[in-house]
Nanobody, 124 residues
Framework: QVQLVESGGGLVQAGGSLRLSCAAS????????MAWFRQAPGKEREFVAA????????PYADSVKGRFTISRDNAKNTVYLQMNSLKPEDTAVYSC?????????????????WGQGTQVTVSP
């Protein structure tokens, strides 16, 4: 049974920072890509960032480029999302995802395994 568990969400003022973590268990994620998506109330799920196994390919959504950084610790089966210069429009439930793919896809349909999500709220 694959499990992805996110943590690190919370309430922060605009301009602040948060670091999300996603710990994977139940399988070996060796070689596989992982990604972060977010969903705000009333909106569709949108891609945030993804990373391949070696961390050499890291696509980002234009809305977060330069502010967010995705990274991973393969020894810990964990992926991180460092979020700086947060804006109220970053408020959403952030979920991590993975699948049997080495390509860091940007479409949610490419991922079969999902975490439960962690709430990020950015106040003005």
């Amino acid at each position: 049974q694959v499990q992805l568990v996110e943590s690190g969400g919370g309430l922060v003022q605009a301009g602040g920072s948060l670091r999300l973590s996603c710990a994977a268990s139940g399988r070996t994620f060796g070689g596989y890509a992982m990604a972060w998506f977010r969903q705000a109330p009333g909106k569709e799920r949108e891609f945030v960032a993804a990373i391949n196994w070696h961390g050499t390919t890291t696509p980002y959504a234009d809305s977060v480029k330069g502010r967010f950084t995705i990274s991973r610790d393969n020894a810990k089966n964990t992926v991180y999302l460092q979020m700086n210069s947060l804006k109220p429009e970053d408020t959403a439930v952030y979920s991590c995802a993975s699948d049997d793919t080495i390509v860091p896809h940007t479409s949610p349909g490419a991922y079969h395994y999902w975490g439960q999500g962690t709430q990020v709220t950015v106040s003005p």
